[in-house]
Structures are given as structure tokens and as C-alpha cells.
């Protein structure tokens, strides 16, 4: 078992849809990433998060430490926003080292 | 300074040859990460630099596999022999000090590496 997991691992939607996408962890950890990976590899980091709820634009991350789960929420969804959704957690135990998911790919059309 | 740069962008090679990749950091950034992904895959761990200094290496990376920083900026990545198996983006990655768990990590735009 993988110990970061995402959900689903890849999604259609229509322009204007409310986008949720889901991440699970299996270890504990210091901080969880949420990134945006464009076609041609380019990453963008887009929240770090280490509690609570954190909101840029229409994006919202969240995070339940207890359950060990955090989402991603994309508000009136626009074709732009279609890229490879990214979660990475760092290990409590490690400084260092990301432990990323697989990736969701999102597809927003028009 | 506008990010972090990688060169080169593609590299096609062939088997059993070698290849090294070059890294430069955002200026002020003390931290700099490589990162190996495949098609399909989110990225791999391979190493992590403290200014020069080396300081974690994952198991991905072999024998084959070097990196180094010598003087705290820019970074080096060899792939020594490559191998059909090498294929894939290479990506460099920097962040500036912070307290644990305060960091964001900077993406360069990767290598992608082609082993016929």
C-alpha cells in the first residue's frame, strides 16, 4: 500500500463545477504540499499545510490530522485549472524528503 | 532571477552512455532537492543538498547515480552507463531556510532523459 494515496486518479468535469479531490496518508507527518503539475513537467507549489484550512483564489486546501486526509477543492472550475493535482506530505521524522502521490488529473471542459 | 533553471530541457542518449544534468537554484535559496518521475508516477525522492553539503540519499539512487554542489549554488546530476530504466524527468527542486515544516519547495521546469 502506497503511503500517500489520491483520489480519483483522474477526473472530467464541466466548466463551473465544484472540484474536490482527495488525499490520504499512512504516516505521520510535518506537512502536507498540494501542487500543480502542468503538461511538460513545470510544478507549481500551490498550499503547504500543516493544520486547518487554508484558501488562494477559488482554491481551498484543507487537512484532518486525526483522519489522516486532506482535500483539495477547486471553486467554479475553469479549463485553465486542468492540470495533474499533486499531494505530498514530508515525514515527521524526516527534514528532508517529500513523499508524493501518484497524481489526479484533472480535465475541466469548456 | 525568475526561478529555478534546469539545462538541459531534453536529453536523448544511448545506452551505456553518460550524462550529467545541471541545477541552478533561486539565488538565496539554501536548499535544493533532485527528484526523478516517470509517466504516470508523482515524483521520487533521489537526493537533498544543505548548501554543499549532501545530506540524504535515497536508495533509488545507484552506484550510477552522483550529485554534488560544490560550492552552495548550482548542482550537478551524473548518470554514469545510463540504462533503458533511466528514462525519465529529472527534476531539481529549491527552498530557502526555514523552521521544519515551513518550506516550500520551488520546481525547475525538469530534464526529461531518453535512453535508446
Known amino acids: 500500500k502506497n503511503e500517500v494515496e489520491q483520489s480519483p486518479q483522474n477526473l472530467t468535469a464541466q466548466e463551473g463545477e465544484f472540484i474536490t479531490i482527495n488525499c490520504s496518508y499512512s504516516?505521520?507527518?510535518?506537512?502536507l504540499h498540494w501542487l500543480q503539475q502542468h503538461p511538460g513537467g513545470g510544478i507549481v507549489s500551490l498550499f503547504m499545510?500543516?493544520?486547518?484550512?487554508k484558501k488562494h483564489g477559488r482554491l481551498i486546501a484543507t487537512i484532518n490530522i486525526q483522519e489522516k486526509h486532506s482535500s483539495l477543492h477547486i471553486t467554479a472550475s475553469h479549463p485553465r485549472d486542468s492540470a495533474v493535482y499533486i499531494c505530498?506530505?514530508?515525514?515527521?521524522?524526516?527534514?528532508?524528503?517529500?513523499?508524493w502521490g501518484a497524481g489526479t488529473k484533472l480535465i475541466i471542459k469548456p | 532571477d525568475t526561478g529555478v533553471s534546469q539545462d538541459p530541457r531534453h536529453k536523448i542518449t544511448k545506452r551505456g552512455q553518460n550524462v550529467t544534468f545541471r541545477c541552478d537554484p533561486i539565488s538565496e535559496h539554501n536548499r535544493l532537492y533532485w527528484y526523478r518521475q516517470t509517466l504516470g508516477q508523482g515524483p521520487e525522492f533521489l537526493t537533498y543538498?544543505?548548501?554543499?553539503?549532501?545530506?540524504?540519499k535515497s536508495r533509488l539512487l545507484s552506484d550510477r547515480f552522483s550529485a554534488e554542489r560544490p560550492k552552495g549554488s548550482f548542482s550537478t546530476l551524473e548518470i554514469q552507463r545510463t540504462e533503458q530504466g533511466d528514462s525519465a524527468m529529472y527534476l531539481c527542486?529549491?527552498?530557502?531556510?526555514?523552521?521544519?515544516?515551513?518550506?516550500?519547495?520551488?520546481f525547475g521546469p525538469g530534464t526529461r532523459l531518453l535512453v535508446l
Open positions: 504516516v505521520g507527518i510535518s506537512a
Open positions: 543538498f544543505q548548501n554543499e553539503a549532501q545530506l540524504e
Open positions: 527542486a529549491s527552498s530557502p531556510r526555514r523552521s521544519q515544516g515551513e518550506e516550500t519547495q520551488y
Open positions: 499545510l500543516s493544520s486547518g484550512k
Open positions: 505530498a506530505v514530508r515525514r515527521v521524522d524526516s527534514n528532508y524528503q517529500l513523499i
